[in-house]
T-cell receptor
Framework: SQQGEEDPQALSIQEGENATMNCSYKTSINNLQWYRQNSGRGLVHLILIRSNEREKHSGRLRVTLDTSKKSSSLLITASRAADTASYFCATDDGYSTLTFGKGTMLLVSP | DAGVIQSPRHEVTEMGQEVTLRCKPISGHDYLFWYRQTMMRGLELLIYFNNNVPIDDSGMPEDRFSAKMPNASFSTLKIQPSEPRDSAVYFC?????????????FGSGTQLSVL
């Protein structure tokens, strides 16, 4: 069953703009992770935020977590055409497995 | 390390045929996961292994699906007989326990088409 649900399903922006994707989930989590998938490729881990953290940064990525609302957001600043991909949130409930949402397709136009 | 290696990259077969997908996890990783990705259902966990032992296969859709991990460096996912609704991308992923490092490393996937 799906745990995380990303919003929006698709996002189209221009290079240089910021992209924000949201993820909502239903049950308690140990941590929440974001992955990127380029067309025809496997998923690549981007960033992990633990349940006791509220914000985390990695390069142009900023992730927030609100456990009271069971939601997370991924912000990509100053987007580039190479950021075009699908982005997935995945929740870790502490039982060894990750449950993925259906993803947000991001298109960054030059 | 070369990462998680899956083969074949593409598989086209006819309904009723046996299909075997292969995976080599990253050396030293103690968890191995098989996921299936479709547009309709997204990424679904099929089965996972810990130290070569199957832990949870509740995601395996039917008895037609089976998975093995005979050693730490090799796993197979078999579908027999295959059906058109099995068409999907199948991913293998591995992970190393401990050190607060819970991220998964994915292979490039096997695109399966059952005609």
């Amino acid at each position: 069953s799906q745990q995380g649900e990303e919003d929006p399903q698709a996002l189209s922006i221009q290079e240089g703009e910021n992209a924000t994707m949201n993820c909502s989930y239903k049950t308690s989590i140990n941590n929440l992770q974001w992955y990127r998938q380029n067309s025809g490729r496997g998923l690549v881990h981007l960033i992990l935020i633990r349940s006791n953290e509220r914000e985390k940064h990695s390069g142009r990525l900023r992730v927030t977590l609100d456990t009271s609302k069971k939601s997370s957001s991924l912000l990509i600043t100053a987007s580039r055409a190479a950021d075009t991909a699908s982005y997935f949130c995945a929740t870790d409930d502490g039982y060894s497995t990750l449950t993925f949402g259906k993803g947000t397709m991001l298109l960054v136009s030059p | 390390d070369a990462g998680v290696i899956q083969s074949p990259r593409h598989e086209v077969t006819e309904m009723g045929q046996e299909v075997t997908l292969r995976c080599k996890p990253i050396s030293g990783h103690d968890y191995l996961f098989w996921y299936r990705q479709t547009m309709m259902r997204g990424l679904e966990l099929l089965i996972y292994f810990n130290n070569n032992v199957p832990i949870d296969d509740s995601g395996m859709p039917e008895d037609r699906f089976s998975a093995k991990m005979p050693n730490a460096s090799f796993s197979t996912l078999k579908i027999q007989p295959s059906e058109p609704r099995d068409s999907a991308v199948y991913f293998c992923a591995s992970r190393l326990t401990g050190g607060g490092n819970e991220k998964l490393f994915f292979g490039s996937g096997t695109q399966l088409s059952v005609l």
